[in-house]
């Protein structure tokens, strides 16, 4: 009573009359409770944060113990991976058991191990794994289907390929998730992977195609070199880029870039010439006879165009580019000038064609050009 009678002499006024002075301990009473709850909530919340915490520190330790267990030697994972001996205690694992088979596995693929041991752990996997991933699949959260395919991914899990299909036709399959799969198509040499780069319906950047397609199989690589013409326009120019970078060197790729270069489309054309000029290594004359076609028909292309050729001229030589680099030093372009001046330079006569540029050449651009490149190389003569 003193502390309520307090309040009110202080906090209301000792003067003041009418409803609040008939309500003080209501009103105390109101006010003590609410402070009271929000104690008791923030209380809980930590005991909730602390429990989460102790929770959190023994699942580790846990998961520690275990992943010791396990990579001891013995261990039913290890006479398994070593001798093939599959027990019962590895396929009746639980819930947390198994993220922690999972994990090792996946360290296991990590470290590149003989081929007999990947088809083990591929064997595991599938054993353990499979019907969880199936139902993740088909029931789980968007960030757990993703990571579940990824883990298929890793251990290469064909045997659940058809169900991979049956998401591909569902419309809520998201464009992430679609790549991944296409990318576990190309990985396992899958048979629908060419007929899915034929679609026109999906819309990737050239960097996620050529993940797909750097990691087909050779089957698969032939087939969608063979189906070059039915597939979108960023897949050919992938393709194109594809081909140098997996240095494919075999009759078709070359028979498929001569086409390219005698073909119409500026873009593939230029791809085509420096995926030729990376693969075609024992193929030069074929190269030479290529640029000499462009030699005669090139002076209006586009700039890209005359960039890559005027590096290659540098590369294959022939006495007919050197009125096609005298000319290209008068290009608009700087860097193309600067390309037809370095390229001119690496041949026999070089010397002696810069000079004569430098003097007669009838654009002051391309005169200029010549004597930085005269410049330059008796300044290296000087050095060496």
């Not at 639980?94 to 003989?114: F, M």
């Not at 579940?148 to 419309?171: A, C, G, N, S």
């Not at 010397?351 to 654009?363: F, K, V």
Request: proline share 2%; hydrophobic share 40%; charged share 25%.
């Amino acid at each position: 009573m003193i502390g309520q009678q307090w309040m009110y002499t202080e906090l209301i006024g000792a003067n003041h009359t009418g409803w609040l002075a008939g309500n003080t301990d209501w009103l105390v009473y109101v006010v003590s409770l609410i402070c009271a709850s929000v104690l008791i909530l923030l209380l809980m919340i930590y005991g909730y944060i602390l429990w989460l915490k102790y929770d959190s520190r023994r699942r580790e330790k846990v998961k520690t113990i275990r992943m010791q267990e396990l990579h001891a030697e013995g261990s039913f994972l290890q006479r398994y991976l070593n001798h093939g001996d599959i027990g019962v205690d590895l396929l009746s694992m639980s819930g947390e058991q198994q993220i922690v088979l999972q994990e090792l596995l996946l360290q296991r693929l990590a470290q590149v191990p003989s081929e007999q041991e990947i088809l083990r752990i591929r064997l595991l996997s599938w054993q353990v794994f499979g019907g969880s991933y199936r139902s993740v699949l088909k029931t789980g959260k968007w960030s757990e289907r993703v990571n579940t395919l990824l883990y298929i991914e890793q251990f290469h899990m064909v045997e659940l390929l058809p169900k991979l299909e049956d998401m591909l036709r569902v419309t809520t399959c998201t464009a992430l998730e679609r790549f991944i799969i296409l990318r576990i198509y190309a990985r396992t040499g899958y048979f629908r992977i060419v007929k899915e780069l034929r679609r026109k319906h999906y819309v990737w950047s050239d960097s996620q195609y050529l993940q797909i397609l750097l990691l087909l199989t050779d089957s698969s690589w032939t087939r969608l070199k063979d189906h070059f013409k039915d597939v979108p326009y960023q897949v050919q120019s992938n393709v194109v880029h594809a081909i140098r970078i997996r240095d494919d060197q075999t009759d078709s790729a070359i028979v498929l870039l001569k086409k390219l270069i005698l073909g119409e489309d500026a873009l593939l054309r230029t791809q085509a010439y420096q995926a030729m000029a990376h693969v075609g290594t024992g193929n030069e004359d074929l190269l030479r006879e290529l640029l000499l076609v462009w030699n005669e028909h090139g002076e209006e292309r586009q700039r890209y165009e005359r960039l890559t050729v005027a590096q290659l001229m540098g590369n294959v030589h022939a006495d007919a580019f050197i009125p096609r680099l005298k000319a290209m030093m008068g290009d608009p372009s700087f860097q193309i000038r600067q390309e037809a001046a370095s390229s001119l330079a690496r041949y026999e006569r070089g010397l002696e064609e810069l000079r004569d540029t430098a003097i007669n050449h009838p654009d002051k651009y391309a005169r200029q050009i010549a004597d930085e490149t005269l410049e330059r190389m008796q300044y290296g003569r000087k050095m060496d």
